[in-house]
Nanobody, 121 residues
Framework: QVQLLESGGGLVQAGDSLTLSCTLS????????IGWFRQSPDKDREFLAA??????LKNYGDAVKGRFTIYNTKKTVYLQMNSLKAEDTAGYYC????????????????WGQGTQVTVSS
């Protein structure tokens, strides 16, 4: 069992930066990938980034490549978000899974409750 807790969301202005945190507890974070997703009202949950437990493998979604960076410490995975836009407004979720693929929500077993990011233009 893995528990995930997101934090760091808030209200920012367009062009600002924000870093989200996903703190893990429960079973050891071994052979487990952590992904970040976001969801706006009336939209599907969108893949943003994923990182392997060693930090050696990182993947990014096309919408955020070059603006968002994922990195980790032993128990926390961070999502650094730069040059934020109004369209980045969404609920942001981290999730954990053990399959090799990272892009689909179905590949993740454990989910956090989410943190809201609102970007004003």
């Amino acid at each position: 069992q893995v528990q995930l807790l997101e934090s760091g969301g808030g209200l920012v202005q367009a062009g600002d930066s924000l870093t989200l945190s996903c703190t893990l507890s429960g079973r050891p974070f071994i052979n487990t990938k952590i992904g970040w997703f976001r969801q706006s009202p009336d939209k599907d949950r969108e893949f943003l980034a994923a990182i392997s437990s060693t930090g050696g493998l990182k993947n990014y979604g096309d919408a955020v490549k070059g603006r968002f960076t994922i990195y980790n410490t032993k128990k926390t995975v961070y999502l650094q978000m730069n040059s934020l836009k109004a369209e980045d407004t969404a609920g942001y979720y981290c999730a954990a899974g053990q399959s090799n693929t990272v892009y689909n929500t179905q590949e993740y077993v454990w989910w956090g409750q989410g943190t809201q990011v609102t970007v004003s233009s």
